[in-house]
């Protein structure tokens, strides 16, 4: 008998008596439970998991079971082609300890583009390091297919080097219950975490979403500019015009900075406003006689989270990116404890606009911390958000802004802002 057949002919009588082998911290089903779901590893289908040989056919095969994968402590699975649920299956995954020897790792091959794992529907994920390679068009986890779930779970999840590590797009009709605990991400040329894209319709009904420990990083990570360069044309006395080209459109779009040194105290002109993200020139405006050093770097998002209701978080951190917390159509949010900071970088700095930008949003935060932006928090766009306590620290412009409209408010309690008190007990209009 080949080998082939005989390793099929091992999976055929595992699935039969239902008694594979136990992984560390899995029980596997009895043939006496109705319903159960068969417990399969990737080496039973041919992984090998030591980073170096290409496991993506053993995964694909093992979701295809639409049995609760369990792949080997300490593992590395080295994967060149996205992996997809078992269509109308929920994806279930149980690691081991993202910490220490024992952790699984889906590392992405140097080629790799899409989405290492490709829910359809539910999903709950649990205990694994997600390794992209760093590259734009690399999503670690999600879905840009039209599709909605009951149930939408990732706890302990390490999320490294990609382009954007956590990515449902504009259609995805994210779930009824979805909760995100002990979510680590660093290292993204985009964003952190997007849910719900940033546009197109969605049916009602995305409620329900708990955030607890989340930290999302790109400490490390150099602001990215238009690969076109940038020109400076300060014949104006009240103008300064930058331009810029790329063939590259993110996302995000684009975040003019400026500095009087050109090394330190980097922030956005005064005039900059989220419309003007998606072109490719911007009037600054300035005071005649002033002299500023310009950089065009990409928008970078930590939570980008769009058309949501019943909205809470314990701790989210989110550090080195244009905007920590971006809250779109978000209904009724209540926030803990949000912490956001970021630091100089030259010869290109990395962008640094807001913690927090909201619009057509409503919620409150109870605390927070927010260390060298353009601004503490931008609320826009009918929006109205209450803040209990915020400290801020070397702000570029100031602690909030307003763009045109109408019904928009922030309302803060107690701030202490670059040192000096301040108290505001009636809404900001």
């Not at 078992?86 to 889906?106: D, H, P, S």
């Not at 989405?115 to 997600?130: E, M, N, S």
């Not at 809250?327 to 927090?356: C, H, V």
């Not at 503490?376 to 802004?401: C, F, K, P, W």
């Amino acid at each position: 008998m080949s080998v082939d057949a005989t390793r099929r002919a091992a999976i055929l009588r595992i699935a039969a008596s239902a008694a594979a082998a136990p992984v560390l911290g899995a029980t596997v089903p009895r043939q006496d439970q109705p319903g159960a779901r068969l417990e399969v590893t990737p080496e039973m289908f041919g992984a090998v998991g030591d980073g170096s040989h290409d496991d993506t056919v053993a995964w694909q095969s093992a979701l295809r079971t639409g049995g609760i994968i369990c792949p080997r402590a300490g593992a590395t699975y080295l994967i060149s082609r996205s992996l997809q649920s078992k269509t109308g299956e929920a994806l279930v995954i149980r690691g081991q300890a993202v910490r220490g020897l024992g952790k699984v790792v889906l590392q992405a091959s140097q080629a790799f583009t899409g989405y290492l794992l490709q829910p359809d529907g539910a999903y709950d994920v649990r205990d694994i390091c997600l390794v992209g390679n760093g590259r734009d068009g690399c999503y670690l986890f999600g879905s840009d297919k039209p599709g909605s779930a009951t149930f939408a779970i990732l706890d302990t999840v390490d999320l490294r080097s990609a382009d954007i590590l956590i990515n449902f797009g504009a259609q995805w009709e994210h779930p009824l219950l979805l909760s995100y605990h002990r979510i680590y991400g660093q290292h993204f040329r985009t964003a952190g975490i997007v849910l719900g894209g940033l546009d197109g319709d969605a049916r009602s009904g995305e409620s329900a979403w708990s955030f607890d420990t989340v930290a999302i990083t790109n400490a490390g990570q150099d602001g990215i500019p238009p690969s076109g360069g940038v020109t400076i044309d300060r014949s104006s006395a009240i103008n300064d015009a930058v331009r810029w080209s790329s063939n590259d459109t993110p996302l995000f779009g684009w975040l003019v900075m400026r500095s009087q040194d050109g090394r330190t105290g980097w922030h956005v002109p005064p005039n900059w406003t989220p419309e003007a993200r998606h072109g490719r020139e911007f009037q600054a405006s300035k005071v005649p006689a002033e002299r500023w050093s310009y950089a065009v770097v990409r928008q970078t998002v930590g939570m980008s989270l769009r058309r949501a209701k019943a909205v809470s978080g314990g701790v989210v951190q989110t550090e080195y990116c244009g905007v920590g917390l971006l809250l779109t159509g978000i209904i009724g949010f209540s926030l803990q404890a949000i912490y956001y900071e970021n630091r100089d970088r030259f010869p290109n700095p990395a962008p640094a606009l807001a913690a927090i930008v909201a619009s057509k949003s409503f919620g409150t935060i109870n605390t927070g911390w927010v260390e060298k932006a353009s601004y503490g928090i931008i609320v826009r766009d009918r929006s109205s958000v209450e803040v209990g306590t915020l400290l801020g620290h070397d702000l570029g412009l100031t602690l909030s802004a307003y763009s045109d409209g109408d019904e928009k408010s922030l309302y803060i309690r107690r701030g202490l802002i670059n040192g000096e008190a301040s108290e505001r007990s009636t809404p900001l209009l």
